[in-house]
């Protein structure tokens, strides 16, 4: 009898863990399977030429059975024409600014976009803090389940140019609004169903796009096609949020082809220490002639 009552607690306890994974798990697959045609489709016929001097990076959070799947975030905006994506957890921030510090001095035209979830959105807080105190200008930083970050200066950094703050209706993981942000607060998921939620991939598609269009490229205008309408979504911002203009600071960029500083060059003998496993899809950048491997 004893055995028997072991037997069915053991049972029991793990269904009851079954239904907790797919209670929050389901709100991010039901989310990821959706898409946002019209958005998704202006982007992809953008000038590829342009796309290759945009540059995502991604930060998970501490979210290792990956049930935010940043990482599908990260495959769409690739899928979108963005071969320069990489994805790592919130630890990589480190070795992002390097890459970043690296790509601002060999690239004029570079455009920087950093993305977070939940640890990583304090990552990506703290990456664009640190290229700040270097003058390197951020194009837009994304945080995404931020539950953690405060409506302070710190999470709206002078050299950013546009943030967008993504926010679940959650009761634990909510959050704060962050002035001078394009607030975002999707009402139908939890944390982990944020990364892949229809606005978010919207908003960023839109941004994306405009980060492009901003880049020269010798294209007629008139070969791209443009929705109809615009999408509109509900923020918790009354009025739209002007675009911040970046101090002139950032604005300078350096000539293209020049040696990057002793200090960003990695030692090899501490190559141990890299986190391989995490990057290994996503090899280091080879800037042996921009654009870089075209994916």
Known sequence: MEKAATRAATITL??????LVLIVWWPAYRAWAQDTADEAAFV????????????LFFLNGVDPLEFGQLSALRDYCRELGFGKSWYGQFYHRWYFQRVIEDIWQRDSQARFVIVGFSAGAIAARDLANALQRENIPIDLLVYIGGATLTNSPRSRPENVGRVIHVRANDPIFRGWAIDGADNVKCQDVWHFGTPNHPETRRRLAEALAEITGKIPVPQP????WRPAARLTAQSTSATATPQTALPARFTSQPAGGTTPPAYIQPDPAWNFLRASRQLRDVPPPDYSGLPAYDK
């Open 14 to 19: 793990l269904g009851h863990a079954t239904m």
């Open 44 to 55: 992809r016929q953008l000038p590829a030429e342009a796309k290759q001097h945009v540059y």
């Open 221 to 224: 205008p008139a070969s791209i």
